[in-house]
């Protein structure tokens, strides 16, 4: 039987939903949803569990819409008493901003190009300008014309072929990462028949009319690289990829030289290589795929860049023959360094730039290939992020680069690789009287059960006392060795002005101290995440940064993983929780190898099916694990097209948290239903989403009817 939602307002009225009416009466408080219960039983490994919201996964049943809309009502209903605040929010944040703005442009053969944006608009416009700034600008691509009628859009591939004249893009206006490739005329605006779905990946070659593409199974795993010469009929399959491990995307390298094929999964790669100015030869491998080894390839003059973890897991640089690449002719250049990772590597036509990580901090070193003489380039501040802008041009000795932190606003840089002398050439601007010298910043450490030290990055009003037991919103995510950044944000400061410290804990699993770091918190190490973050908020409430009454967390996708573990071994430690699409339903995901990421990622978590990972994972699942006790104050928000958390994990959790838990805490779920994994696409929306976020925060934490400090917006 279907059961329909009808809601008539958000006080008052009645949400019909499969466990009964609810009443919202202006009266009386409003009572959350109960989904139904349909217990499926399943038996793995003699271990039998019982998944009474399986059922959830059913997206095209109206039960289920019905369930996560009376959700959606329950959590306006809930927050009502903050429309005013989120609107405050809203306008605070909106009045920092810069809204009709343009980005930096940059050359590529001839030709600047840059995005802007315009008051009012919700998406970038992209144009160019031929030979000079001073020439009449080009709209190459503006979304908001492509955005009507949507919902959702979103943009993935923008490549221009080499002659300038043939635009290739991607769009997704479902929130699903479903990629439709098409071909623009730049000259005339008119667009080609290519009309190709499923598209990961894009490059031209050098002709001018030949594509290289790359699609993407029923599982979302690009597995499949097709050449395509535009206005043909024929799509020519050139490669597929049948290790389920691994995905394969293709590029172009900075010279314009080769086509790049690389297959990768979570632990190991292989490259393929085709000269750009013979579409039609045959590509071949750099070096054979090897278990463990992850490499990467750039190209300048008669030689490959490579670099490699074959040597130590922090990788080194090697070089090698473009006409015979093989390891034995590889001559190494950086060697592997324990306490440097090397993460990634720009080579030009004089000099080459490693991005590198050293202390927890990211820096950048500039060698000159023609002296191999090198010098690193000095940041001012304790905690930054720093990381490569768009450097297209091979022949170049200027190098451009993003510099932020928690204080300092995005800021582009050039940089003058042989005069080793930088110009700024855009700092975002900040509305509203910010006054950067009104905050500061520290790097301080928490001590993990085992010893490790963990990095914790700090932001706070300058006339707070750092140790006063602070409000707090600590952040943490601790997967696929990524690293945090320390970046800048225009809707932090409403925060910092209301008197709430702001932290993220650089936790196992990450990046940010190597891959030893990464090591230690995946797999059968995955606990350390959870216990280092536990490490991180006793020792902020220890040193009287904050209590365990003012401490709020949040963490996304991964993220919302350690949030649903964290709350499940330390409920108590934490006032409230922001979750956002949270990976919550660990086994049960990675059970299925239908759904996107999940074989790939058997690397990162584990494979559930061999026993001593199930039962090592089943340790830690938040869905599993949720027990009758109480628990923090929660909003867990998804979108219901998201495709790499699926929405029905954070819908189950909730569901089986709002049965299970003993207190009176507000639990809210909140679904975006033209969403992706990021939320809504446009800005304007993303923006009020924040608000509603921020809301959440300072009511739990009390600071609702604090305005920010007369100055600000």
């Given amino acids: 039987m279907m059961r329909a ?47 009474d919201y399986y059922w959830l996964r059913e997206k095209e049943n109206p039960e289920v ?34 809204e009709t703005d343009l980005s930096v442009p940059y050359r590529k053969r001839g030709r600047y190009y840059y995005s802007r944006t315009e008051e009012g608009k919700q998406y970038a416009i992209h144009c160019r300008k031929t030979g000079s700034l001073d020439a009449p600008e080009e709209v190459t691509l503006d979304l908001n014309v492509l955005a009507e009628g949507t919902a959702f859009l979103g943009l993935g591939d923008y490549e221009v072929s080499d002659d300038g004249n043939l635009l290739a893009y991607s769009t997704d206006t479902t929130g699903f990462r479903v990629y439709t490739l098409q071909v623009k005329d730049l000259r005339t605006g008119a667009l080609a028949k290519e009309s190709i779905p499923n598209v990961v990946s894009v490059t031209w070659a050098s002709d001018n009319r030949t594509l290289f593409y790359t699609i993407e199974d029923e599982a979302k795993r690009p597995y499949r690289l097709y050449r395509h010469v535009l206005g043909a009929e024929a799509h020519d399959l050139v490669y597929e990829e049948t290790d389920d491990h691994f995905e394969l995307f293709v590029g172009r390298s900075r010279s314009g030289a080769y086509l790049f094929a690389v297959s990768e999964s979570h632990t190991a790669s292989e490259v393929r290589f085709l000269s750009a100015g013979d579409p039609n030869g045959s590509f071949r491998v750099v070096v054979p795929r090897a278990e463990e080894h992850e490499y990467e390839v750039d190209h300048g003059g008669d030689r490959f860049y490579i670099r490699t973890n074959r040597g130590g897991r922090n990788f080194r640089l090697v070089t090698a023959p473009v006409s015979d690449p093989r390891e034995e002719n590889w001559k190494e250049i950086i060697p592997h360094r324990t306490d440097v990772m090397l993460a990634g590597v720009d080579v030009f036509s004089g000099h080459y730039v490693t991005f590198e990580r050293e202390g927890g901090l990211p820096h950048l070193r500039v060698t000159e ?36 932190s928690f204080t300092t606003p995005p800021s582009v840089y050039d940089y003058d690789m042989v005069a080793r002398a930088r110009e700024l050439k855009k700092e975002t601007e900040v509305l509203g009287g910010y006054d950067r010298g009104r905050y500061v910043s520290e790097r301080i450490h928490a001590t993990a059960s085992d010893g490790t030290r963990v990095p914790i990055s700090i932001v ?10 602070n409000p707090m919103l600590l952040g943490g995510y601790g997967s696929y060795g990524a690293a945090i950044p320390v970046a800048f944000s225009h809707a932090r400061v409403a925060l910092l002005d209301r008197g709430v410290v702001c932290a993220t804990a650089h936790i196992r699993g990450g990046g940010e101290m190597g891959k030893a770091w990464h090591d230690q918190g995946r797999m059968m190490s995955k606990r350390n995440t959870f216990t280092d973050f536990i490490a991180v908020a006793e020792h902020l409430t220890a040193e009287g940064y904050t209590d365990s009454d003012r401490l709020v967390i949040q963490g996304g996708s991964a993220g919302g993983l350690l949030m649903g573990a964290v709350t ?44 001593e990972e199930y039962d090592y994972i089943k340790t830690y699942c938040p869905y599993t694990n949720l027990t009758a006790r109480a628990y923090p104050s929660m ?40 969403g992706g994994h990021g939320g809504r696409s446009g800005r304007y929306d993303k923006l009020r989403d924040t608000a509603l976020g921020y809301a959440f925060i300072l009511r739990e934490l009390g600071l609702a009817e604090t305005d920010a400090p007369s100055g600000t917006p």
């Fill in 635 to 674: 909003l867990v928000r998804t979108s219901l097209n998201d495709s790499q958390v699926m929405f029905w994990e954070p819908a189950k959790y909730v569901a089986k948290l709002r049965a299970l838990k003993t207190d009176a805490n507000p639990l809210l779920l909140k679904v975006e239903m033209a």
């Fill in 369 to 404: 290939i023609a002296t191999r003489t090198s010098h690193r380039l000095d940041l001012p501040e304790p905690v930054y992020s720093v990381f490569p802008e768009n450097n297209p041009e091979f022949e170049t000795a200027t190098y451009r680069f993003n510099y932020q």
């Fill in 568 to 611: 499940n071994m330390r409920p108590d430690l934490f006032r409230a929780v922001v979750s956002d699409v949270p990976f919550v339903d660990v086994i049960n995901t990675m059970l299925d190898e239908s759904l996107p990421l999940t074989v790939g990622e058997f690397e990162e978590w584990g494979n559930p099916r061999i026993e």
């Fill in 5 to 51: 939602v009808q809601v008539f307002g958000f006080l008052s009225g009645v949400v019909l939903l499969a466990a009964g009416a609810v009443s919202l009466g202006a009266d009386s408080p409003a009572k959350p949803p109960a989904a139904k219960k349909i217990p499926r039983e399943s038996i793995l490994h003699g271990d039998a569990r019982v998944d």
């Fill in 65 to 98: 819409i019905a369930y996560l809309e009376a959700e959606n009502a329950y959590t306006q209903a809930v927050m009502e008493p903050t429309k005013a605040l989120q609107e405050t929010l809203y306008e605070e944040i909106l009045g920092r901003i810069k």
């Fill in 460 to 469: 706070y009003r300058k006339d707070l006392d750092p140790r006063g037991k």
